[in-house]
């Protein structure tokens, strides 16, 4: 990677450099647009070891598939530095991109900066983290099945969590921890499905010879398990678009919030004109392969804008030479009706 100096300008400037990001900038780049990628170095999904649900790279690490998209990035004319931005800022009909690499100007804006997993605040829980401490039956569940697996309750995903790893595995026990009253039909729902739940405050995470065995409760009480399942509360890294009036907003499930994104439209509009926003910055359930078609729609869609723009221009342009040809004509019309006494 290269650091900018001074202040350039590109077509679009896009900001994160995971699935979202680099599919959008391949696209953009695909289109002759000078694009530049800010990228943090910091993926949602680094603690994983393999990435899953994505067809025709199924298992590959994400580290790996990160790095092929930079070098497709590449290969189209796109740059890619490395670097946090601090802030945007809208700057006539364009925008400045304040980050640690420098200051560039961008006629267009696309957003792929991701979130972060705020996790429990449970002792060895944060190590295991992506690896078997868990959040998603779809990235990991199969290689968890027939395992023993404890959900751990904070809030009200938990019984759903449930239901999705009881598919996975017969071994399925819910740890109450410090989750609300569950209600009478999440209730009977566990009892039919054979679950086991287990009151008490997980205490700590057990791990032996770098793996998950189990749960320490309050009193002593161990807990054995494979694998511990856990939902994050999900935060959109969002603060820099603060000076563009883009904040992200609560999202709220069966009445608790469950996380903030960033509200967007179709193709990732957003509520200011010319920048687009594409991932799990915007969208919180957002697996590898959805962000990556997210991040294709929005860099469309800019090239899109930016096509309308230049066509606006070049027919400004056209019209002008007659305008003004006009405006003379009209002038020396009036000229002479003054000579003649009209």
Not at 43 to 57: D, V
Not at 246 to 274: F, K, M, N, Q, W
Request: hydrophobic residues 45%; aromatic residues 2%; charged residues 25%.
């Amino acid at each position: 990677m290269e650091n900018t100096g001074g202040t350039q300008e590109h077509d679009v400037v896009v900001i994160g450099g995971g699935a979202a990001g680099l599919s959008g900038a391949v696209a953009l780049a695909r289109s002759r647009r000078s694009v530049l990628v800010i990228d943090s170095g910091a993926p949602r999904n680094a603690p994983a070891e393999h990435m899953h649900n994505f067809l025709s790279r199924d298992g590959l690490p994400p580290r790996e598939l990160l790095a092929l998209g930079r070098d497709e990035v590449v290969s189209y004319g796109g740059r890619i530095v490395s670097g946090r931005v601090g802030a945007v800022e809208r700057d006539g009909d364009g925008f400045l991109v304040r980050a640690s690499s420098g200051v560039v100007r961008a006629r267009k804006v696309l957003v792929a900066t991701g979130l972060v997993d705020e996790l429990p605040e449970v002792p060895g829980l944060r190590e295991r983290w992506g690896r078997d401490v868990l959040h998603c039956p779809f990235c990991h569940g199969w290689e968890v099945r027939d395992q023993r697996i404890g959900v751990l309750a904070t809030g009200p995903m938990a019984a759903h969590q449930v239901m999705l790893f009881r598919q996975l595995s017969d071994r399925v026990v819910l740890l109450r921890h410090t989750g609300p009253a569950l209600g009478e039909l999440a209730e009977e729902q566990l009892r039919a499905r054979g679950v086991e739940t287990v009151d008490g405050v997980v205490e700590q995470v057990v791990s032996v010879a770098d793996r998950l065995v189990g749960v320490r409760l309050a009193g002593d009480r161990d807990v054995a398990l494979d694998a511990l399942v856990v939902a994050p509360r999900f935060v959109a890294r969002a603060d820099f678009l603060a000076p563009l009036g883009l904040h992200p907003v609560d999202e709220v499930r069966d009445g608790h919030v469950i996380g903030s994104a960033v509200p967007s439209g179709p193709a990732g509009a957003t509520a200011v004109p010319g920048v687009r926003i594409a991932g799990n910055v915007t969208d919180l359930s957002g697996q590898v392969i959805t962000s990556a078609a997210a991040g294709l729609m929005a860099g469309a869609a800019l090239n899109g804008e930016l096509v309308n723009d230049e066509t606006a221009a070049a027919v400004a342009a056209l019209r002008e030479p007659f305008s003004h040809e006009a405006e003379r004509r009209l002038a020396a019309v009036v000229a002479g009706g003054r000579r003649h006494g009209l």
